[in-house]
């Protein structure tokens, strides 16, 4: 029998990367699964595969950020299908800066997608999740929940920052039979890592090959990235405990760059 049949999965940020691989996971074990993504169209496009596989899906478009559109999209999962018990908060972005010259407007812009739209899809999804007495909410933090690098600032303020939450949620939770807990990946090679690599041989003076090499995964035993499947394996092993045992929990996922 499918560990999730019948369940519904709200994935954030899942038209592709960690995201869109978590999706797909849950639709294999049968969970019914919303696609939320700011890019409505790649939502769509990313639901449709799902289905195309058998599965069932649903996208939309929703900006994290964004009171009234987590609301609208919430309440529009919770009609299509009947339930909520599962949500997974995902979407982010990064933004690289010295401290002394990252713009205020950009530090703000990485809090409000990983922890205002941390925040705004938990709060509009418990009010389902209470009232059915049954939920689990997994946030994707990072290793960075756990460590610092230079030109992070934002982005490790904010992955800590899903801990205390996760935390709190934990503690809130437990008398309506929900729980929450963090998985926090190493490096994943994302469009969003993609994107760094440039960045930080630019910024740091060296090459791309060293920044993979001598900053990434230098920690790591082996040298080797953190997949995607890795990741949706993780979450899919809290979201399917079957008790709070499992509860205000982090499981890092970096092949051995951070350890605890």
């Known amino acids: 029998m499918s560990r999730f049949k019948d369940k519904v999965a709200i994935v954030t940020g899942a038209a592709s990367g960690i995201g869109k691989e978590i999706a797909h996971a849950f639709a294999r074990e049968g969970a019914r699964v919303v696609i939320a993504d700011l890019k409505q169209d790649a939502a769509e496009a990313a639901a449709a595969e799902i289905v195309g596989n058998g599965g069932t899906a649903l996208g939309l478009g929703m900006d994290v950020g964004d009171e009234a559109a987590v609301n609208a999209g919430m309440d529009a999962a919770h009609a299509a299908y009947g339930r909520i018990d599962i949500l997974v908060s995902n979407a982010g972005i990064q933004i690289v800066h010295p401290i002394e010259s990252f713009p ?125 499947e890795d990741i949706a394996e993780a979450v899919l092993y809290f979201a399917g405990a079957k008790t709070n045992a499992l509860t205000g929990q982090s499981l890092i996922v970096s092949h051995g760059w951070c350890m605890e």
């Open 104 to 228: 205020f407007a950009e530090w703000k812009k990485m809090l409000a997608v990983h922890l205002d739209g941390a925040f705004l899809t938990t709060k509009a999804c418990l009010k389902y999740m209470y009232a059915a007495k049954s939920g689990s909410i997994v946030y994707i933090g990072s290793v960075h929940s756990k460590e610092a690098s230079p030109l992070k600032a934002a982005y490790v303020t904010a992955k800590h920052g899903l801990l205390g939450l996760a935390r709190v949620v934990a503690k809130e939770g437990a008398a309506h039979n929900v729980r929450a807990n963090v998985v926090c990946p190493g490096f994943v090679r994302t469009p969003l890592v993609e994107k760094q690599i440039p960045e930080q041989a630019k910024e740091l003076g060296i090459s791309e090959e060293d920044v993979v090499k001598t900053v990434m995964l230098r920690e790591t035993v082996d040298g080797q990235f953190t997949t995607v």
